[in-house]
């Protein structure tokens, strides 16, 4: 079973900032388009950020100007820089990388188990 490892969640001031990273083991990690979801309380997940194995990046326009998205293939990594967090970015943001195939193989996505941001006004 896949696992994605994040971590750098954390508590911070309205202004502050945080990056998040995930790790993805998986020797074709270079190969999957990777992505940060948030779900705060009472509301659907979300899509943040993205980006594809190649770098290409999309973002949701609530985070637009402040959140960057960004990978190292090399460490299989993926990280999330948040600046200029403000108290609504309070939500567990999740890891997740999509399914994917390379030629007729074809793998499913899988999610990390989510850390907590919490920004205080």
């Known amino acids: 079973q896949v696992q994605l490892v994040e971590s750098g969640g954390g508590l911070v001031q309205a202004g502050g900032s945080l990056r998040l990273s995930c790790v993805d083991s998986?020797?074709?990690?270079?190969?999957?388009?990777m992505n940060w979801y948030r779900q705060a309380p009472g509301k659907q997940r979300e899509l943040v950020a993205a980006?594809?194995?190649?770098?290409?990046?999309n973002y949701a326009d609530s985070v637009k100007e402040r959140f960057a998205i960004s990978r190292d293939n090399a460490k299989n990594m993926v990280y999330l820089q948040m600046n200029n967090l403000k108290p609504e970015d309070t939500a567990v943001y999740y890891c997740?990388?999509?399914?994917?195939?390379?030629?007729?193989?074809?793998?499913?996505?899988?999610w990390g188990q989510g850390t907590q941001v919490t920004v205080s006004s």
């Open positions: 998986r020797s074709t990690f270079s190969a999957i388009t």
């Open positions: 997740n990388a999509e399914s994917y195939c390379i030629g007729h193989d074809c793998y499913e996505g899988a």
């Open positions: 980006v594809t194995g190649r770098g290409s990046t």
